[in-house]
Nanobody, 126 residues
Framework: QVQLVESGGGLVQAGGSLRLSCAAS????????MGWFRQALGKEREFVAA????????DYVPSVKGRFTISRDNAKNTVYLQMNSLKPEDTAVYYC???????????WGQGSYDYWGQGTQVTVSS
């Protein structure tokens, strides 16, 4: 069983920055595809960013491209989400997710991931 623990959320003014971290247990973290999702109050959870196991490939939802950066440190079993130029519409609970299964998958799809963290709140004030 893999455990994911997010941290780094908080309250920030519009235009500010936050860096989220997601620490994973497990000896094979380096083989996991990782993703970040978010859920705003009253809305469905949505894809934000994904990174492949090697870190060589990444993708983002269009609304965060150029502002958010996903990265990973396999030596520390940690994935990060650097969020710059934050907007009030970025306010949500942010979740990290890990995919342990091997093979190609729809990285935007929540069902593609095997493990989820508990979430961390990000609030952006205007």
């Amino acid at each position: 069983q893999v455990q994911l623990v997010e941290s780094g959320g908080g309250l920030v003014q519009a235009g500010g920055s936050l860096r989220l971290s997601c620490a994973a247990s497990g000896r094979t973290f380096r083989t996991y595809g990782m993703g970040w999702f978010r859920q705003a109050l009253g809305k469905e959870r949505e894809f934000v960013a994904a990174i492949m196991s090697s870190g060589g490939w990444k993708d983002y939802v269009p609304s965060v491209k150029g502002r958010f950066t996903i990265s990973r440190d396999n030596a520390k079993n940690t994935v990060y989400l650097q969020m710059n130029s934050l907007k009030p519409e970025d306010t949500a609970v942010y979740y990290c997710a890990a995919r342990e299964r091997i093979g190609s998958y729809d990285y935007w799809g929540q069902g593609s991931y095997d493990y989820w963290g508990q979430g961390t709140q990000v609030t952006v004030s205007s």
